[in-house]
């Protein structure tokens, strides 16, 4: 049974440039959250998705946006990028009614000089 | 939004003792509490939840107690092994806020053989 999966492992971008994140959610799930997770700190919830649509969304600018396609994997864009957009990028899998249980994928670590 | 405190920040044991992580929230509507492991370089594994209906859960050496009253959850940890050591975090969720995780700041756990 394949777990999340999350795509690249690593990344390195400069100041002002796009980078989009890829997350294919654990067999049988069809939601899809995304969490930033900065050096020494707990992850912060970005958004979820389901059914193809943003269902919630925490306290991030529209810097950041997403995408979820009918397989319900899901990208994460994060427009101008800066410095303080540093941070290890989780997703996370659910089934929509039983959100409580979400499963964490290894993430990406994102890297803005 | 929902207000998640950890404590310690970091935490030694001896192998073989007990170790005891603690956690306050403040939405009095938050109804459940999952517990996170975070290794080095991985993403958070699900270890324990505990829901608001329920005081106390187990799982072998792994147990949750919540207190709904005081708003404080707890994760104990028996019979501690090395590969008990990695980052442990708290989490909380309310129906106020669309079933979002709010998680605590971590507690890094060393077993000491």
């Known amino acids: 049974d394949a777990g999340v999966t999350q795509s690249p492992t690593h990344l390195i971008k400069t100041r002002g440039q796009q980078v989009t994140l890829r997350c294919s959610p654990k067999s049988g799930h069809d939601t899809v959250s995304w969490y930033q997770q900065a050096l020494g700190q707990g992850p912060q919830f970005i958004f979820q998705y389901y059914e193809e649509e943003e269902r919630q969304r925490g306290n991030f600018p529209d810097r950041f946006s997403g995408h979820q396609f009918p397989n319900y994997s899901s990208e994460l864009n994060v427009n101008a990028l800066l410095l303080g957009d540093s941070a290890l990028y989780l997703c996370?899998?659910?089934?929509?009614?039983?959100?409580?249980?979400?499963?964490f994928g290894p993430g990406t670590r994102l890297t803005v000089t | 939004g929902e207000n998640v405190e950890q404590h310690p920040s970091t935490l030694s044991v001896q192998e073989g003792d007990s170790a005891v992580i603690k956690c306050t929230y403040s939405d009095s509507a938050s109804n459940y509490f999952p517990w996170y492991k975070q290794e080095l370089g991985k993403g958070p594994q699900l270890i324990i939840d505990i829901r608001s209906n329920v005081g106390e859960k187990k799982d072998q050496r792994i147990a949750v107690t919540l207190n709904k009253t005081a708003k404080h959850f707890s994760l104990h940890i028996t019979e501690t092994q090395p590969e008990d050591s990695a980052v442990y975090f708290c989490a909380a969720s309310s129906p106020n806020t669309g079933n979002q995780f709010y998680f605590g700041t971590g507690t890094s756990l060393t077993v000491i053989p």
């Open positions: 996370a899998s659910s089934l929509q009614g039983i959100t409580y249980e979400q499963y």
